[in-house]
């Protein structure tokens, strides 16, 4: 464009509010039962007192409102046009007249949200979920996102490998030899499986569908591994 004396409109979209980012703690319990959680951050939002202009402006006499300043150097063929931010208004385009005392001219405030959301059933720790227009705004009233990642909350019973529920039981090796019947606490209620006599403490035991739910899949498992643990003292009988 330099080289051929051309010039084209430049129009740019007003700026975007800047995107937040949260970590919220949830349970293993919370995730299963898609439980409803509630967050409170702080957001910069529009000032209502100046509507987002920030107060009373000039326009800025020395970038003539643009903000930016040309250098052109070189000669009629060959010229180097070098941008830079203009000192007189800090990039702005105009200069204050009046500004606006709530928002000190920035035409955005910070303010304090609650938000509400649903965990769905498929979240896994680390994911994040995106929520549009709860992010920052901007003065010009366009908002960000808000992304939301999830942090789980150790758990005394359980551990999660993929949608796996993996629960750890400890037996006597009188038991593995003749047999029990082990009692889980799960969420959805007890939840009983039998090991037989002479059992392998290395098997992997398994009650389908009772592991983390999925949406449009199969549920995963709950795997139950066994440990031994010996008794102190052998009774007679």
Avoid at 25 to 35: G, Q, T
Avoid at 93 to 108: F, Q
Avoid at 150 to 168: A, C, P
């Amino acid at each position: 464009n330099s080289f051929f004396n051309q010039s084209r409109d430049n129009h740019t979209a007003p700026p975007a509010g800047r995107d937040l980012n949260l970590r919220v703690e949830v349970s293993l319990e919370d995730i299963y039962f898609s439980r409803e959680k509630k967050v409170k951050y702080s957001r910069r939002k529009k000032c209502f007192s100046c509507n987002g202009t920030g107060g009373e402006w000039n326009r800025c006499g020395h970038c003539k409102g643009s903000g930016r300043l040309q250098m052109v150097t070189g000669n009629s063929f060959f010229r180097n046009i070098q941008t830079t931010v203009c000192p007189s208004c800090n990039g702005k385009g105009k200069t204050p007249i009046h500004l606006c005392n709530p928002c000190i001219g920035e035409g955005v405030q910070t303010q304090d949200q609650v938000f509400k959301f649903k965990l769905p059933k498929d979240i896994r720790p680390g994911q994040r979920m995106t929520y549009p227009g709860f992010g920052d705004e901007s003065p010009q009233g366009n908002q960000g996102n808000l992304f939301v990642e999830i942090k789980l909350n150790d758990n005394s019973l359980f551990t999660v490998e993929g949608k796996d529920l993996i629960y750890r039981a400890t037996i006597t090796s009188i038991d593995l030899l003749l047999g029990t019947e082990i009692t889980i606490p799960h969420f959805d209620g007890a939840a009983k499986i039998t090991i037989p006599a002479l059992g392998d403490i290395n098997q992997t035991y398994m009650l389908r569908g009772k592991g983390m739910k999925e949406i449009g899949e199969w549920n995963g498992n709950l795997l139950v591994k066994l440990k031994i643990v010996n008794p102190k003292k052998l009774t007679q009988e």
